[in-house]
Structure formats: structure tokens, C-alpha cells
């Protein structure tokens, strides 16, 4: 038997370096990078969003790996950062993770072997094909002298494309964290914005994007419920290319800018926010129906498709919920080469790409 233990190694422990998060999903590259402004607080130094094209990513894989190499290159270089350190993350459909019970106080070599010969019965294929990685959590709750222990594997193609991919486009990976957890570091940030900083209150995370709706329940460290249904932005893409007859990177910044047609918003754009609002809506529902819980306190909507005008709006209106747009920088001190109102913009695009960014500031 032989895994390899040291690969995934850096996910829970980066170094304290300059570090740029890279977001790459399944329609851009996004980048974030921030700095220590002083006392570990951080600074938004830089970022940048280079559209891939269609096809490059699918279901997390990096199908184009070339493509995806030059658009990691041309975001960095319009990121215009000297740094070359980069954090990546997996798809989090992509990582199993497993939380098992250790004796504490095992060095790190013996608690190595334990957890090998643990990792052999979660999961479902050969060792040698997997990386491997492990975090202390802490004391075990039911036994003082154990320790809980969080186990993530992925399958080392999923490591090996995506660190192939940054370093043909020159950068230097040092940091594979795992999708959801970015997203979650940057959610602390987020509910800070909230009434007593969220606390005690069941927060639901919206992340719309463009082929899925990913809906995480939260409530203090603790997440209640996820959910991912097929709904986004591409359907919106994909009525005005209709409507209009237009080619998909027309129709694209068609969402963003530009002056629409007469009809657009009445016939495509809020018809769309309208079914956004719906999907949000069964979403919770299924929550509802799925657990003891009955209401939920707080929306908090991120994805690029959170950006369109009046999305949160309609699904506080339609839910009945506060619903607020995720900015994880609000916090922040912002670099004067920084539009701020241009972040503010994007921000609930950047989840991801924020932190993996924060990772830099972990202890
Ligand atoms: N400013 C904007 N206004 C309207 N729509 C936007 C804007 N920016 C991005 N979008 C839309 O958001 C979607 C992309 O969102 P995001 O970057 O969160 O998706 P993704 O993570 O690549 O996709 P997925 O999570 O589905 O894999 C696209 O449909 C895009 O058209
Ligand atoms: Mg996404």
C-alpha cells in the first residue's frame, strides 16, 4: 500500500507568503489577492475575472487544460501582481471527506499511519490513486483522550490537472484547498455584515452561478443542509441568444452592459429573476421538509448571477427573507488602485477566490 501523504499536505497549512486565490470554475478565472495591511489584517490588493471558453471546464474537470492554462495567464497578467503563489481549490464534488477519531497525542508520523490504514475503508478506490490529507479538529467530544481528526481525499488527477494547469501558465501552486471550505472562510466574513454577526441565526447561503444553484444552510459553525439544483445564469445566457438571436458572448455582455432591446426586461431578465426567486424558494422548502427547522432568518446570495440588478430584491420579496449580497470584502481596507464600487459589484462573484486569498492569514 502506498499513499501519498505529502501532496495534498499544504490544503489546511500554507505558508506565510504572498498568496494570489484562484477561482476556476466553470465559466472564468477569477483572481484575488490580498495583502497583510498591518496586525494580519487584510488588504484587497488585486483582482481580476477572465471569462474561459465554453467547454474548457465541465463538471469541475479541466477538460481544455490549455485553454485553461492561457486564461489563468491572461488573468494574471491583467491581475498585474508580481507574485506567483497561487491557492487552488477542488470542486468539493471532487474531495471525500471523512471525520474519524484518533487517540491524541500520536506524533505526526504515527498519526500518518493510523490515518492510512482508516483512509482504507472510506474510500471507494485504489490508495495509490488518491491523495490524501488530514487536520486535528480537536478534542473528541465524547472521549477527552481521542482527538477528531478530518480525513479529504481526492483522486490525484483532480490535484495533478489543476496544479499542471498553473504551472503552464507559470505559477506556482502551493495551497489545494477544497471548494466549499474557501467558500466557508469567506462566509465568516460575510455574516460579520449581519445583525449581532449572525449568531444563533439559520443563514442561508445562495450561491447562483451558471449551470448550478448551490444552497448551504448554516447556523454558527454548523451547516444544517446542502442542496444543488440546475439553475443559473447560462438560462439566462441562453433566452436572450433566443430572443434575440444573438451569439453567446453577445448575449453575455448583454447581461452585463450595453443597452438591451425594449422588451428586455420585461420578457427575459425579470421572467429569469423570477425563477431564481422560485428555485430559492423549493430550495428552502425542501430544507423545510428535510429537517426539524421551519424558518430560516438570513439569504445571503452569491454566484455572478447574484450580480444582476434587483436579484435579491426579488427573492427577499418572493421568500419572505432578508436576503443580502455576499460581499466578503466589506470589512476590508481596499487598495487605492481599486475601484471600490467596482468590487463592491463583483464581490459576490468572488467568494471562492476571497478564500482561498485568506488563506494566506490562517494561523
Ligand atoms: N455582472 C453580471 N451581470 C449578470 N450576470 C452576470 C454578471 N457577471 C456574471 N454573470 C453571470 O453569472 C454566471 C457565472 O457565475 P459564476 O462565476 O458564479 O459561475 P461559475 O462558478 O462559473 O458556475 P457554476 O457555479 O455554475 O459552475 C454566468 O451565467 C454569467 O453570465
Ligand atoms: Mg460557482
Redo the contacts with the bound molecule.
Sequence with gaps: MQIDVSTLKAIFNPKLRPLIGVDI????VKMVELVDAGKGQPRVERYAIEPLPRDAVVDGNLAGLEAVAETLQRCWKRLGTSTRYVALALPTAAVITKKITLPAGLREQEMEIQVESEANQYIPFALEEVNLDFQVIGPAPSNPDDVEVLLAASRKEKVEDRVAAAEVAELKPVVMDVEAYAILAAYELVIKQLSNEGKDQIIALV?V????TKITIMRNDQQLYVREQAF???QL?DEIMRAYGMSQEEA?SL??SGTPPDNYETEVLHPFLENMAQEVARGLQFFFTSTPHNEVNHIVLA???A??PGAADIVGQRTSVNTVLADPFAGMAISPRIRAKQLAADAP?LMVACGLALRKFDQ
Aim: aromatic share 0%; hydrophobic share 25%.
Design positions: 470554475s466553470s465559466t472564468s450561491d452561478g451558471a449551470a448550478a443559473g445564469g447560462s445566457t453575455e447581461k452585463r454566484g455572478g448571477s450580480l444582476i462573484s
